[in-house]
């Protein structure tokens, strides 16, 4: 299912790419909801064969389909210089290839099952692109210990609390501590949007 283009007198479009019919729709119905002009794909080649990737708005995009995973869409929009913003949908177990999108210019990215007003939140930053507060960001980036620190970069690679745990040698426990603490001082509602600030901030996953 594909819906016909909007006649939106030239006002950015919330593109929604999800095979998941459920998932599309009432994405769509929320997007409309809040007073956006919506455009939803089921499959990648039908999108990118459409105008949609020339014209100004956001994508959201499903990180996982049978054609072509979110990244590969990324690519493909990259190599045809169009800079359509980019929200990667993902579950849990997905976060390393969120991130993984996000290196490769994704604007941001969320997780399922998703809060309706922090997807809302998140569209509205993409379309509207504000530069982020590195500063403040930094400033808040060097209030963290070095354990709080090295949790952080945990998180960023994807890691689970007991990975977390038993990479650094403490317990699960310990690690949900220097989580909540980091989360307060970085003042992050999500772990997507604390990702995207370490992301910003040039914070890498560690290797290994």
């Not at 593109?15 to 929320?30: M, N, P, T, W």
């Amino acid at each position: 299912m594909m819906t016909t283009p909007a006649e939106n007198n030239g006002q950015p479009t919330v593109f929604i790419l999800d095979d998941d019919d459920a998932v599309r729709d009432s994405l769509q119905i929320l997007m409309e909801s809040a007073g956006f002009t919506v455009e939803a794909f089921a499959s990648p080649l039908d999108f990118l064969g459409s105008s949609a990737p020339g014209r100004p708005g956001c994508l959201l995009i499903d990180v996982r389909m049978p054609e072509m995973s979110g990244i590969e869409v990324q690519e493909s929009l990259a190599a045809g210089n169009r800079q359509l913003p980019v929200i990667v949908m993902t579950g849990h177990a997905d976060v390393p290839l969120a991130v993984r999108a996000m290196k490769a210019g994704a604007v941001d990215f969320i997780e399922k099952p998703f809060d309706d007003t922090v997807i809302i939140e998140t569209v509205r930053r993409a379309l509207e692109l504000r530069p982020a507060a590195n500063p403040e960001i930094a400033q808040r980036l060097a209030s963290l210990t070095p354990r709080e620190r090295e949790v952080l970069e945990g998180l960023v690679a994807g890691r689970a609390n007991k990975v977390i745990a038993f990479d650094l040698d403490i317990s699960p426990r310990t690690v949900e501590i220097h989580r909540a603490r980091v989360m307060e001082k970085m003042q992050a509602r999500s772990l997507s949007q604390l990702v995207r600030m370490a992301l910003e901030s040039g914070i890498s996953p560690p290797s290994g």
